[in-house]
């Protein structure tokens, strides 16, 4: 059997992965990298990783003979550099999201899979959860007939304690592939050109950071060989919301609402003034063997990261990922979220939030 070495970075989130890796039956080794070295040989210890297998430096992963692939997980402004060197330094890469923060860097991630030949994938949750496989099966199984109208939203206090700093006043969109990616990859396609408006303001002491002075913002996007306008809300700072990331899909029999509050189950609408909430199946039957058990609805508590709730963080998606990311290499294929589909949703949320800044002009995506 073909297996790969895999090197998670980041081990805050990071660890999450560590586990998954070790489960699958075509991983051999499992590295972590920790910039501190006492935490990091904590972690290693918790995680049962061998000495050798142990980082402090990035780049010294990078120039590893034994690595194969690379998971970055780390801070949003590093994705880009990091993601770069993995590919440079021929490593399979994948990369939470966003994919970057402009469209040069993402024009240069593209052009950089190309070269090296290896995999690219972003590690979007959102097109893995357990409520969007379940409508992308009444998609496709025709229970929803034709879809008319698509909408995301991802609605978030930044504003509270165990953030880092680089996140205060954070443009919203610049992070938006939450709402974007569901809205895209459930209409199997991409999106062409996008008109954005700004609502309502932040601080100035915020505004000032990045030159972003909105405190939501909502985008409506044209979509590639459909009729489907997809609309996309997201907030991050200084507007009252229950955390929220969230699709909601409208079709000719059938419609599907996210839960207006956690927990209390999703809605269907079956026609008429037909509706019932429901809650997701698992998604297990989608997963090997091996990587089974990490879709179930348990929770492992860890209150110093605020980020998720691990055990089956963001949905169940976690094992997903790693499943499409592992199969990806050892068939040699694309995966589903290619270099090309990551850097489309995430400039979709970059032009955006420039179409905002602008006054609601018209912003064409660029092609990659």
């Known amino acids: 059997m073909k297996k790969i070495n895999v090197a998670v970075i980041g081990m805050n989130f990071g660890k999450e992965f560590v586990k998954l890796y070790q489960k699958h039956p ?14 990091l040989a904590q972690t290693g210890k918790e995680l049962g990783i061998d000495e050798s297998m142990q980082f402090t430096s990035f780049d010294d992963v990078c120039a590893s003979k034994e690595i194969d692939a690379i998971h970055i997980i780390t801070p949003i402004l590093d994705h880009y550099k990091q993601s770069l060197a993995s590919l440079e330094a021929g490593k399979h890469t994948a990369c939470t999201v966003p994919m970057a923060t402009t469209i040069e860097e993402l024009k240069n991630l593209c052009d950089a899979q ?69 809205l895209l990859m459930i209409n199997k396609t991409e999106a062409l050109s996008v008109i954005g408006h700004g609502s309502g303001h932040i601080s100035e002491d915020l505004a000032k950071r990045y030159g972003s002075p909105f405190a939501c913002e909502t985008l409506t996007f044209r979509l590639k060989d459909t009729d489907v306008v997809a609309e996309a809300t997201r907030s991050l700072y200084e507007t009252v919301r229950q955390y929220r990331e969230s699709f909601d899909v409208y079709g000719t029999k059938m419609s599907y609402e996210w839960d207006q509050i956690a927990e209390e189950g999703s809605v269907l609408f079956e026609g008429g003034e037909n509706a019932r909430r429901f809650h997701a199946p698992d998604t297990d039957d989608l997963l090997i063997d091996e990587l089974k058990p990490f879709t179930k609805r348990e929770v492992i508590l860890n209150k110093e990261n605020v980020s998720f709730i691990q055990g089956s963080g963001h949905g169940g998606s976690h094992p997903h990922l790693v499943q499409e990311f592992v199969a990806s290499i050892i068939e040699e294929r694309e995966p589903l979220l290619n270099a090309r589909m990551s850097a489309n949703i995430t400039a979709a949320g970059i032009c955006g939030h420039e179409s905002c800044l602008k006054g609601g002009e018209k912003i064409v995506i660029p092609e990659f």
């Open 26 to 39: 075509n991983v051999g080794k499992v590295a972590i990298c920790q910039r501190n070295p006492e935490a």
């Open 114 to 182: 190309k070269k090296s030949g290896k995999v690219y994938m972003m590690m979007e949750t959102a097109v893995y959860t357990r409520e969007y496989l379940y409508v992308k099966h009444l998609v496709e199984s025709g229970q929803m007939g034709r879809i008319q109208l698509v909408r995301g939203s991802h609605m978030q206090d930044m504003g509270l304690e165990g953030w880092p700093e680089y996140w205060l006043g954070f443009p919203p969109f610049w992070y938006g592939t939450h709402a974007i990616s569901p």
